[in-house]
């Protein structure tokens, strides 16, 4: 699985959060229901229906399948500690930057390291 470019920055940009993000299904899916002000949103930024995001915040629902916790995972970092991101970003912009590793393929594969 590849990264983008936005995704290598967000990456980068986690470590600068001072706390870790909600841990459990419920909890993850309270703060993106807070975030997006309301079940309906939160239901469309995952793809799932309003009653499902209704069970999880309920906590009638407690395990969601791999790819329904990736995406809810990924939703919550993006929102996660807003003005955190914010101060690193204007810290990397004006001070030394972000460094952020990226490999490109153009019809062949090379060794790690290589031109």
């Known amino acids: 699985m590849t990264d983008s470019l936005g995704d290598s920055l967000d990456q980068a940009l986690e470590g600068a959060f001072t706390r870790r993000i909600p841990q459990s299904a419920q909890t993850q899916m309270k703060y993106l229901v ?3 002000k309301g079940n309906k949103a939160a239901a469309q930024a995952l793809g799932i229906s ?3 995001v209704e069970r999880y915040v309920a906590g009638k629902f407690k395990r969601p399948r ?3 916790r990736d995406r809810i995972e990924r939703e919550v970092k993006k929102r996660w500690q807003p003005q955190i991101r914010a101060k690193a970003k204007k810290k990397a912009a004006s001070t030394g930057g972000l460094v952020v590793n990226t490999r490109a393929r153009f019809g062949f ?7």
């Open 50 to 52: 309003q009653r499902t």
């Open 66 to 68: 791999h790819d329904l």
């Open 34 to 36: 807070k975030q997006l």
């Open 109 to 115: 594969e090379a060794a790690g390291d290589t031109t």
